[in-house]
């Protein structure tokens, strides 16, 4: 073994172990020349047998390979099967944008034969609707290509579209949206229509509109080269015409733009716009009839629609005379509406003679609602049709609601059934107390103690003294409710307490018999006096009844006498009857 062996420093066993197994086979009868000269032969030997094995596959090849050569130079046409818009007009496409076939608005169905296999697109249109513009689509050898294409029928209206986009459309004063729009006006009219954007001149146009039309407007706009200059300006509401003021630059007539209206109830606010001018300061005039004149000085690179102008009336107040047939000087709860809202007035001679005078300051519409309201009095309404309306003293009269009516006995009493309720529906409860006597008596309808409680209860709650007094005796007597001396005294008292000189008479007497309230001769003499101080005959013959017999007072025989004969000269039997009692025994 040489020195430069690679295994030299392998011990033996290993070494052995690693050349056990060799890495192939080695012909040990043969030399090295004859080993390689096998090897090569063998290569040949494979080679031969790879060529005889693939030369089947090549040829099979080469035949497919010429088929498909053939068969591509030549394939059979498809067709198209179109199914579009009755009266479209259909152009088809090739790959190349060359029209191949195309017909002329002719019916709903169409078929296109020996159309040759490739790409193409579609596009069918129709007048009146949307049309579909190069649809693809591919067609096979031999194939039928189905294509179904209905067009949307473009709804009626004027189509805005502009260059550049965006652009605000006013139609008159009214601001309606920005392009591209559609507007359908439902009336025949000429329409005038405006555009407008910043950095750019406005263009308008009229156009004769009649409902239904289709039309199209495609509008450019070009570059301003000068400024333009806003202006806000706030008017009257309601103003009978837009536009009534002529502007003045500097001294020249301008033409002047409004471009935006609002509406409140109290003021009207436009937008002016004033176009093509230079970024100096102009001194800027506005005139009107009936309107004072306002000067200023505007740049229209600073003025903004902060700062608004307003226009005032020359003449503002107006003067309303208002009458009634009672005195209205109490009327805390006056109000004066200006189109359904409230506004400002100051009053002047209130209440004299039924008169009081309104006064508006700076009222502020033209055509316009103005109504004087109150609770207790029907409300009064004034159209304004006319700017020389607001210098003449306006003349109104007003008239109580049937709620509020100041009905008494004798008009109550003279009134028919039917005239009656049209106040208690309203619900005025003097006139539900005579209802409710009409049930108690049983006049213009079916006698009923229990409806006469009822309205006399709903009057009584309303503070009407009559009904108190009625229903503390129906209560007293058990008519239509339950006997309830309790709850008879105290509608009694409510109602004696404010005057009533029945209900005073009767609590007296309540007192006296001591029913519901413990028997107390004092408050009947003090009851019995106070309702025949009023001329009560009931209570004067009582009173004397007391005097004489010294009942809750001291015995006074010349203040019996005294009563008994105010009650005797009203004609009171009882009374005279007392007096010649008095006369024999006390002699």
């Not at 591209?180 to 950095?199: F, N, S, W, Y």
């Not at 903004?304 to 005379?321: C, G």
Request: aromatic share 10%.
């Amino acid at each position: 073994m040489s020195s430069d062996d690679p295994f030299k420093n392998i011990p033996p066993e290993k070494l052995q172990n690693h050349r056990t197994q060799p890495y192939f086979e080695v012909d040990s009868t043969s030399n090295d020349d004859s080993s390689e000269k096998k090897k090569l032969a063998d290569e040949k030997s494979k080679i031969s047998h790879l060529a005889i094995w693939a030369s089947p596959l090549f040829l099979l090849i080469g035949i497919i390979g010429i088929y498909l050569g053939i068969n591509s130079s030549f394939k059979p046409p498809g067709s198209i099967h179109l199914k579009s818009t009755e009266g479209s007009i259909v152009e088809i496409y090739d790959k190349t944008g060359t029209i191949t076939y195309s017909t002329t608005g002719s019916g709903m169905f169409q078929v296109f034969e020996d159309v040759p296999a490739g790409k193409y697109t579609i596009s069918v249109s129709k007048e009146g609707y949307g049309s579909v513009h190069h649809k693809r689509f591919s067609i096979a050898s031999k194939q039928v290509h189905e294509e179904v294409i209905e067009l949307t029928p473009i709804p009626p209206g004027l189509m805005i579209t502009s260059i550049p986009s965006g652009v605000a459309v006013y139609e008159g004063y009214e601001y309606v949206g920005t392009t591209p729009i559609r507007l359908d006006p439902q009336e025949e009219r000429t329409l005038k229509v405006r555009l407008m954007k910043a950095g750019y001149q406005s263009i308008e146009k009229s156009i004769d509109w009649v409902p239904g039309s289709r039309m199209d407007w495609n509008a450019r706009l070009q570059e301003s080269e000068g400024s333009t200059l806003f202006l806000q300006l706030t008017t009257a509401p309601n103003p009978e015409k837009i536009e009534f003021f002529n502007v003045t630059l500097d001294g020249e007539q301008v033409d002047y733009f409004i471009h935006k209206v609002s509406e409140s109830p109290t003021h009207t606010v436009l937008g002016i716009l004033i176009e093509d001018l230079k970024s100096n300061d102009y001194e800027l005039k506005f005139t009107a009839e009936n309107w004072s004149s306002i000067s200023r000085t505007v740049n229209p690179i600073q003025t903004s629609e902060e700062s608004p102008i307003i226009l005032k009336r020359k003449n503002p107040e107006v003067r309303i005379q208002i009458s009634a047939i009672e005195p209205i000087a109490g009327l805390q709860d006056l109000g004066v509406l200006i189109n359904g809202y409230p506004t400002i007035f100051r009053t002047e001679d209130p209440g004299i003679n039924g008169e009081m005078n309104l006064v508006l300051p700076e009222v502020h519409f033209g055509t316009g609602n103005l109504q004087i309201i109150t609770e207790e009095w029907e409300a009064v309404k004034l159209d304004i049709k006319s700017e020389t309306q607001l210098s003449e003293t306006l003349h109104v009269q007003l008239e109580r609601k049937p709620r509020y009516a100041d009905l008494n006995e004798e008009l109550l009493e003279s009134l028919s059934l039917g005239e009656l309720m049209i106040y208690v529906d309203a619900g005025n409860p003097t006139a539900e107390n005579q209802l409710g006597r009409r049930y108690f008596t049983g006049r213009d309808v079916p006698k009923s103690d229990e409806k006469a409680f009822e309205w006399f209860r709903k009057s009584a709650e309303m503070d009407i003294v009559h009904a108190q007094t009625n229903l503390a005796y129906m209560y007293e007597n058990g008519l239509g409710v339950d006997q309830n001396h309790e709850e008879a005294v105290k509608w009694y008292l409510i109602a004696a307490e404010k005057g009533d000189p029945i209900a005073q008479s009767s609590i007296a007497t309540i007192y006296y018999n001591g029913r519901g309230v413990s028997r107390n001769l004092s408050e009947a003499v003090k009851w019995f006096k106070a309702s025949a101080k009023q001329g009560e005959s009931s209570a004067q013959i009582n009173l004397g009844f007391m005097y004489e017999n010294g009942y809750g007072v001291s015995r006074n025989y010349s203040e019996a006498k005294f009563w008994y004969q105010k009650a005797a000269e009203q004609g009171d039997k009882n009374a005279r009857e007392a007096l010649i009692r008095l006369r024999h025994t006390y002699n």
